[in-house]
């Protein structure tokens, strides 16, 4: 009899979800790259798509790799992103160093804003990851045509985790929220809406996503 776990549970676009994957929203686990990846997609093509034309959330392992290789290697990645169209960019920082693979032990925000000419930096676990966040913003700026001497990059008062194992959760909430304030107008301070107990409630909530988004994709 073959592992559960190895069970697919969704097959969207370009995201691919097994039980093993989705058992990591239970309590206490920690996100890995193909969760993060499933709901940037997801809200880039159906929850925003909307703001198609403006907005771009960068798959974590594309995130990875332009952190890590070299910069005359990019261009491959990120022309078909067509990202100095884009007025906002949002990319998952990890700590880890190999191109090959995302792991590492924490994840962050990174978002481009257009008009400001300016990275922000959302770390739920303040400054943990700053270096590999401005890493990633130098090894971009050049792709999202960024003035280099006039390029900002900012450390946010952004919401913080009590615990070991909740950064993903934070990035993808902190994603969604500051999605709707960019995009919709959404008005309600992010330190308000995204709380450690909210990131409890967004575990279940990103659950029921998968659930519904595989239902709705298989025509059943």
Known sequence: ?????NDVVLNFHDSLLYKADVSLLDDQKWLNDKLLGFCFEYF???????SADKLSLINPD???????????????????????SKQYVFLPVNDNSQCEQTGGSHWSLLVYIRSRQEFR???????????????????????VLAPMGRMKFLEMDGPQQNNSYDCGVFVIATAEHLCKELCEGYSI?????????????????????????????SGS
């Open 121 to 143: 930096h959302y770390d739920s676990s303040k400054h943990t990851n700053q270096e590999e966040a401005k890493r990633l913003a130098y090894k971009l700026q050049p792709y």
């Open 62 to 84: 594309v995130a990875q790799c332009i952190k890590l290789l070299p910069s005359d290697q990019l261009g491959e990645f990120l022309e078909p992103l067509n990202l100095p």
């Open 189 to 217: 301070p992010l330190n308000d809406i995204v709380t450690p107990k909210t990131v409890t409630e967004t575990r279940r909530k990103i659950k029921d996503l998968i659930y519904q988004t595989a239902k709705e994709y």
């Open 44 to 50: 880039e093509r159906e929850k925003f798509n909307h």
């Open 1 to 5: 009899m073959e592992n559960e776990s």
